[in-house]
């Protein structure tokens, strides 16, 4: 069983910054991919990025340029640094982990940007 958790998130103003960590259980290493999502209220989850096990990253049109995913295999830890936030960046961020065919998720961590 693979366990994440979320950190990072809170409250920040338009166009700040913030960084969301996902810490793993196990070696991030062996995940095939680690992405990120988010859940705005009333809203469906949708995808913001992702990373391959040999680093290839993937951003949603909405966040490419001012998004960037990286990762610290030391740290068995994936980041997702947020910039120039907008108001409609305000969502629960939740990292997702695909082992195999199996895929887990962490419990998410509030972001909102106030306007």
């Known amino acids: 069983q693979v366990q994440l958790v979320e950190s990072g998130g809170g409250l920040v103003e338009i166009g700040g910054s913030l960084r969301l960590s996902c810490r793993a259980s196990?070696?991030?290493?062996?995940?095939?991919?680690v992405a990120w999502y988010r859940q705005a209220p009333g809203k469906e989850r949708e995808f913001v990025a992702s990373m391959t096990a040999g680093g290839t990253t993937n951003y949603a049109d909405s966040v490419r340029g001012r998004f960037t995913m990286s990762r610290s295999i030391v740290e068995n830890t994936v980041y997702l640094q947020m910039n120039s936030l907008k108001p409609e960046d305000t969502a629960v961020y939740y990292c997702k982990a695909f082992l195999g065919t199996a895929g887990f998720w962490g419990q998410g961590t509030q972001v909102t940007v106030s306007s």
């Open positions: 196990g070696s991030i290493a062996s995940f095939k991919v």
